[in-house]
């Protein structure tokens, strides 16, 4: 069992979605008390405006936050131009823990790579039965990614309460909320309680992207979270 799923299985989990590949935000997302990270490369990320090279132009910056975050550091493993076989094998062996990618953009040969956990991030088109099959296939955990672009930066509405208790209730493996929409920290408890969500992972749509503000979200967050 990888790290990241056996945190997730002992309780709520709090993951830092960083901005950008930064040392420093890392840095900030360990001093607020994140339990995971999460990286990425070959992505151009909507809720920053930032564009994540290959493994090659992001190695320094990758190896320096693996050297000062201790837990958990999961990769988004590329978007519409997935990762390679190449650099994923160089991500096992960095110490990632685990990839993440849509469904759509996973090149079916991923899924044979050993070494890391599967996370899938489910898209607005997603049905049940998809995530079911998932799990079924092997999937170690589901990132519930279902609101729409437009729907970015708009407050948490109790249909998506129900889309994500309706997700829980469905599947055994953990789920993971990202802050597609401005959850607030009073809602946190909201997700990971009535909905009984394993992970919530905010990112810039919440913290903001500067190393100040990230560690002032996350110890929001995980305060929340603990209370």
Sequence with gaps: MSRVTEMLRQGPTLIMSLPANDPDLARAARDGGADVLKIHIRVQHAAS?????????????????????PGPVGVVAGAETAATLPEMGELCRMGIDFFDLYASHMPAWM????????????????????AIALENLGADLLEAAIIPHEGYGQPLSVKDLAAYRELHDTVDIPIIVPTQRAILPEEASLITGECGIEGLMIGAIVTGNTAREIARAVATFKQALME
Excluded: P
Aim: net charge negative; no cysteine.
């Design 49 to 69: 405006g930032t564009y994540f090279g290959t493994l090659d132009e992001e190695r320094d910056r990758i190896a320096q936050i693996m050297e000062i975050f």
């Design 111 to 130: 899924w044979r790579i050993d070494g890391m956990a599967k996370a899938v991030a489910l898209e607005t088109d997603y049905t049940i039965n998809q």
